[in-house]
Nanobody, 123 residues
Framework: QVRLVESGGGFVQPGGSLELSCADS????????MAWFRQAPGKEREFVAA????????EYAEYVKGRFTIARDNAKNTLFLHMNSLKPEDTAVYYC????????????????WGQGTQVTVSS
């Protein structure tokens, strides 16, 4: 059973914007730290952003800080990633992750993963 389902990926030109969504079908979304990771071809999966259960704390990787915003709607069990000023190097499969146990910037801290959504930034 797939618990996390991402959507919103696509093709965009440099400087453009996209919004990713992640729907959680589980019952514990509103108590879980959630995050976004990404993986480009030939590279390891890397941290993008994380948000605590109530949204009062967020964390961003340096390479997206000031351009991306992570948000959540606990009433709708949905996680978001607003991406602005996109660059070609942002091209990757973006994954939603949930229920962090430990350091929230580490992929091994997360229990649940989505199947990913492709984001391609190119002119």
């Amino acid at each position: 059973q797939v618990r996390l389902v991402e959507s919103g990926g696509g093709f965009v030109q440099p400087g453009g914007s996209l919004e990713l969504s992640c729907a959680d079908s589980g019952r514990t979304f509103n108590v879980n730290t959630m995050a976004w990771f990404r993986q480009a071809p030939g590279k390891e999966r890397e941290f993008v952003a994380a948000i605590t259960w109530n949204g009062d704390s967020t964390e961003y990787a340096e390479y997206v800080k000031g351009r991306f915003t992570i948000a959540r709607d606990n009433a709708k069990n949905t996680l978001f990633l607003h991406m602005n000023s996109l660059k070609p190097e942002d091209t990757a499969v973006y994954y939603c992750a949930g229920a962090a146990i430990g350091t929230r910037s580490l992929s091994q801290s997360y229990v649940f993963w989505g199947q990913g959504t492709q984001v391609t930034v190119s002119s």
